[in-house]
């Protein structure tokens, strides 16, 4: 990957983190959630919870935290996590046309994309100015995960009668939304 050769071969400073989005400008095919984007890496460092945490609502996009090990290292932000860079990687998942000749800008969820952009550049400015330091990849993250899991997907969750309460709840939950968008 592109990512992989920059961090290794072109990367001339030491890096103070990695913004990585990939598959961000659709929209989730569920009833209900189609403006959630999900992100890892907050356990990369713990001011990046602040960072998620404090950026400004968004009444068209909501954010789904989660740990990296539900995903692996499937995009860009690999290189990074494996260069120990706080990294944040932001996705909504695989679709239908992931990879083919139907993946043509008009079927692009634009209003979201926009939000995106926006959030991206809040995000970067408050990411420029915190200080890093660690623990790498060391911080639990659970209460963050069920407050913006609880957000985008509990009434649904509720719903179907899933308990959203615990890092095991979060694993379940994980799991079928892995199963669900091949993520």
């Not at 945490?53 to 090990?69: E, F, G, I, Q």
């Not at 952009?117 to 660690?134: K, N, Y």
Request: charged share 20%; net charge negative.
């Amino acid at each position: 990957m592109g990512s992989a050769h920059f961090h290794d071969h072109q990367a001339r400073t030491p890096m103070h983190a990695a913004i990585v989005l990939d598959l961000v400008g659709h929209a989730l095919p569920v009833p209900g959630i189609e403006d959630v984007v999900f992100v890892t890496g907050m356990e990369s460092d713990p001011a990046l919870e602040r960072t998620i945490t404090s950026l400004p609502p968004c009444a068209c996009l909501r954010l789904v935290t989660a740990l990296n090990r539900y995903v692996g290292d499937i995009s860009d932000h690999h290189a990074f996590r494996l260069g120990q860079v706080p990294y944040l990687f932001f996705s909504c998942g695989r679709w239908e046309h992931y990879h083919a000749p139907s993946d043509t800008p008009e079927r692009l969820d634009w209003r979201k994309t926009a939000a995106v952009a926006d959030l991206v550049e809040a995000l970067a400015r408050d990411v420029a100015e915190r200080a890093l330091s660690g623990p790498w990849e060391g911080y639990d993250t659970t209460p963050t995960d069920l407050v913006t899991m609880r957000a985008a997907v509990g009434p649904l969750l509720a719903r179907l009668g899933v308990p959203l309460e615990t890092r095991a709840d979060i694993d379940r939950v994980a799991a079928t939304l892995l199963h669900q968008f091949a993520l």
